[in-house]
C-alpha cells in the first residue's frame, strides 16, 4: 500500500526566510502533486510535477520531483505572511489520489 | 462560476439520520471524485466515477455509503444512519479523462457535523 510522508508536520518561520517541505513516497511513481488548503476551505492546486527533474515554479515557491529517490521538495523562498497555509503533497498509484499528512505552515512578521 | 460545486457546505445531523451531498463537476471533466478529510489529516480517497460508471470504491466506504453519477454529470453521495465517526469535510472533485498528468480540481467541501 503506498503510503506519503511529509515532513515536517509543523513550521513556524520569520518572514523573509528561506524553508524546505520535503515528501516522501513508498512505491514508484512517475508524477506527484502539490496542493495548498486555508483553514476551513477546499484545495488549490499549486504544481503538477510529471517527470523525473520535473522543476516547477511560482513566485516564491519552487517544487521538485526525483523519481528515483521517490521524494519531491517545497522550497519557499523569502516567505511572506500570505503563505501561511498547510500544504499537500498526492501521489496517484492510480485514478486516485494519496496524500501525505500535510504541513501547516505559519508564516510570523 | 466554473469550478466544482458542492451542496450543501455545511450540514448538521443527528446520529441515525440519513444524509445526502451533490456535487456538480467542471463541465467537461468525465472524472469525478469523492475524499473524506477530517481534522488534521489529509483527504482519504472515497470513490471515483468515469462518466456514469463507479470504477473504484475504497474500503473506507463502507455499506453504509453510497454514491452514484446517474447520467455522468453531477453526483450524489448518501451516508445512511449516520454516526459520529462520520463526522468530517466530504471533498469533491473532477478532472479531465486521459493521460497528460491533469491534476485533479476540488469543490469547496461539504461540513458534516453529526451530533
Known amino acids: 500500500e503506498l503510503k506519503v510522508e511529509q515532513n515536517p508536520l509543523f513550521l513556524s518561520m520569520q518572514e523573509g526566510k528561506n524553508y524546505t517541505i520535503y515528501c516522501n513516497y513508498s512505491?514508484?511513481?512517475?508524477?506527484l502533486y502539490w496542493y495548498r488548503q486555508d483553514p476551513g476551505k477546499s484545495l488549490e492546486s499549486l504544481f503538477v510535477?510529471?517527470?523525473?527533474?520535473a522543476v516547477k515554479q511560482e513566485g516564491r515557491l519552487m517544487a521538485s520531483l526525483d523519481t528515483k529517490a521517490r521524494l519531491s521538495t517545497l522550497h519557499i523562498t523569502a516567505a511572506v505572511h500570505d503563505l501561511s497555509a498547510t500544504y499537500f503533497c498526492a501521489v496517484p498509484p492510480t485514478q486516485k489520489l494519496v496524500f501525505g499528512q500535510g504541513t501547516r505552515l505559519t508564516i510570523n512578521p | 462560476d466554473t469550478g466544482v460545486s458542492q451542496n450543501p457546505r455545511h450540514k448538521i445531523t443527528k446520529r441515525g439520520q440519513n444524509v445526502t451531498f451533490r456535487c456538480d463537476p467542471i463541465s467537461e471533466h468525465n472524472r469525478l471524485y469523492w475524499y473524506r478529510q477530517t481534522l488534521g489529516q489529509g483527504p482519504e480517497f472515497l470513490t471515483y466515477?468515469?462518466?456514469?460508471?463507479?470504477?473504484?470504491k475504497s474500503r473506507l466506504l463502507s455499506d453504509r455509503f453510497s454514491a452514484e453519477r446517474p447520467k455522468g454529470s453531477f453526483s450524489t453521495l448518501e451516508i445512511q444512519r449516520t454516526e459520529q465517526g462520520d463526522s468530517a469535510m466530504y471533498l469533491c472533485a473532477s478532472k479531465e479523462a486521459g493521460g497528460g498528468g491533469h491534476e485533479q480540481f476540488f469543490g469547496p467541501g461539504t461540513r458534516l457535523t453529526v451530533l
Open positions: 510535477l510529471l517527470s523525473n527533474g
Open positions: 512505491t514508484t511513481s512517475d508524477r
Open positions: 466515477f468515469q462518466n456514469e460508471a463507479q470504477l473504484e
